[in-house]
C-alpha cells in the first residue's frame, strides 16, 4: 500500500474527516442496514454435524457420493511397487558422501600437520641462538670433567736447555 492511488481522480484530496465519515456512521440508526432483512424461519431446528452426517447417511446420498468418487478420485496401485529411489542411487550418494567427507578430513588434518610443522620451525628458529649457546657451555663443562686427575685443565710445558760447562786449565796450579 502506499501513498498514491490507483486510479487518482485529479485534484481531489482525502482528509481525515472524509475517511472517518465514510467509515464510521453519523447516527446508531446509520449502523443498521438500510435493507429489511428476511424474516429468519422461527421453527428451524438446529442440527450439530453428526446429526447432519446420520441424515445423509440414512438417505444413502453419503455412500453414492463416496463411491462415486473413490474410483475416479484414487489412482490405481500397482500390486507390487518398487522403492521411489533405486538402491544403486542410493548407495551412490552415501559414497559420495562418505568420499567427500574423507577428503575433507584428509584435508584437515594435512591443515593440522602443516601448521604444527611451520610452529616447530617457528620455535626452532627463535631457540637457534639459545640452543647455540647452551651446545658450546654443556661441551665445555664436559671437557673440563673429562680431564685426568681430578678436573681441570692439563698443561704440558717442555724446556729443552743446553749447558756446556767449559773449564780451561792454565799451567800453574796447584797440584
Known sequence: ???????????????????????L?????????????????AASPVLDVAALLELAR????????????TPAALPAVPEKSGP?????AVGTAVAAVGIGAGGMLLGFALDLLATGA????AGITAAAPMMILGAV??????????????????????VVQTITNTVKSTGGGRR
Open 84 to 88: 521411489i529411489v533405486p538402491r544403486w
Open 58 to 69: 440414512r438417505q444413502g446420498a453419503l455412500e453414492a457420493a463416496v463411491a462415486q468418487q
Open 118 to 121: 611451520a610452529a616447530v620451525a
Open 137 to 158: 657451555l654443556v661441551a665445555a663443562l664436559l671437557g673440563r670433567r673429562s680431564g685426568k686427575g681430578g678436573g681441570g685443565f692439563e698443561v704440558t710445558q717442555t
Open 1 to 23: 500500500m502506499n501513498a498514491n492511488p490507483q486510479y487518482p481522480a485529479p485534484d481531489r484530496q482525502i482528509s481525515t474527516e472524509d475517511l472517518l465519515a465514510a467509515l
Open 25 to 41: 456512521p453519523d447516527s446508531p440508526a446509520g449502523a443498521q442496514p438500510t435493507t429489511p432483512a428476511p424474516a429468519a424461519p
